[in-house]
């Protein structure tokens, strides 16, 4: 492990005892070490505010505080700037089969809901507001002032951007996490808690609906029972077009992340790969949304 990021953590005043410090895995967007302080076990997040993925870590931390008064993440125990700490929960990290077992998503949703609509109750300032498509076009205007390699697909994609919008349609609005990865659920045997809120603000339910559904593959039947469950019947023809034109948007925000992560990014990761796997999960989504809805 690099000698100056020991160093800072290990001069955190939050410590009481001689720490030991073990690297984790996963971050896109910064770095988690797993600390213990005598019998306490902690996870210190390194991830300065990233203006080109829009991420204000004042707004994660406020996200983390409110999350936690609702009792569904850690507590965040101390943050500075550029670094946050909170508990380690000691449990399974999800991959995308434990989130696509019947059980779990139906415990996932509940957690969802809760967190939806009391979270903003918590906030003691005003959170952002994540609208996928002017994500997208923020991200459209780096790629081209960047000389991305993808350049030549921008047009389409915006195109195909502006459509989904106005498929959207009217939403509700309430409080998303936004990034639905399975390793952003921890289950300790008794409950789920929610993890990493670098993207967390105000859209609608069906961004992380949709989100959850593309990142962890769900096929079609537990979209719909997700659906069911969620809004607490079956959903009108409307309703699913909407959320099927916000599931494509949320795999061409993905698209574009990475896109723009390969121009921008100092995380060791080969983004380029990564925005293959995404583009091509995109294209097979918007096909099937062009044939059933178009």
């Known amino acids: 492990m690099n ?80 670094i946050l700490v909170t508990r380690f929960i000691e449990g399974r990290v999800f991959d995308e089969a434990d989130v696509r077992t019947e059980i779990n998503l139906q415990r996932i949703l509940k957690l969802l809901k809760r967190f939806h609509h009391e979270v903003p109750k918590q906030f ?41 919008e106005a498929a959207v349609g009217a939403v509700e ?10 390793a952003n659920f ?13 993207y967390a603000g105000f859209n609608s339910p069906l961004f992380d609906l949709s989100n959850l559904a593309s990142n962890n593959e769900l096929d079609t039947t537990q979209e719909l029972h997700m659906l069911q469950q969620y809004f607490g019947s079956n959903p009108e023809q409307g309703k699913l077009a909407s959320y099927h034109a916000m599931k494509c948007a949320s795999l061409l925000r993905e698209t574009l992340w990475s896109m723009v992560s390969e121009l921008h990014s100092r995380v060791e990761m080969d983004f380029a790969d990564y925005t293959q796997k995404n583009l091509a999960r995109f294209e097979s989504v918007y096909a099937e949304y062009k044939n059933s809805y178009a």
């Not at 990233?50 to 996200?63: F, G, K, Q, T, W």
């Not at 921890?186 to 670098?198: A, M």
């Open 3 to 82: 000698g100056t990021i020991a160093a800072r953590i290990t001069a955190l005043a939050c410590w009481k005892n001689k720490i030991d410090i073990e690297p984790l895995g996963g971050g896109m967007t910064n770095l988690n070490f797993k600390v213990r302080d005598g019998a306490d076990q902690f996870v210190v997040r390194l991830g300065e505010d990233d203006p080109i993925h829009l991420i204000s870590r004042a707004n994660e931390v406020a996200s983390s505080q409110a999350a936690f008064k609702i009792g569904v993440s850690p507590e965040l125990v101390h943050h500075q700037a550029g």
């Open 124 to 164: 003691n300032a005003v959170p952002v507001m994540f609208w996928v498509f002017q994500v997208l076009r923020h991200y459209q205007n780096l790629l081209l002032q960047g000389g991305s390699a993808h350049a030549r697909r921008l047009s389409e994609l915006a195109t195909i951007s502006l459509e989904l």
């Open 173 to 182: 609005i309430v409080f998303g996490h936004n990034d639905l990865l399975p």
């Open 186 to 198: 921890i289950d300790d045997g008794d409950r789920i808690w929610l993890i990493d809120f670098d």
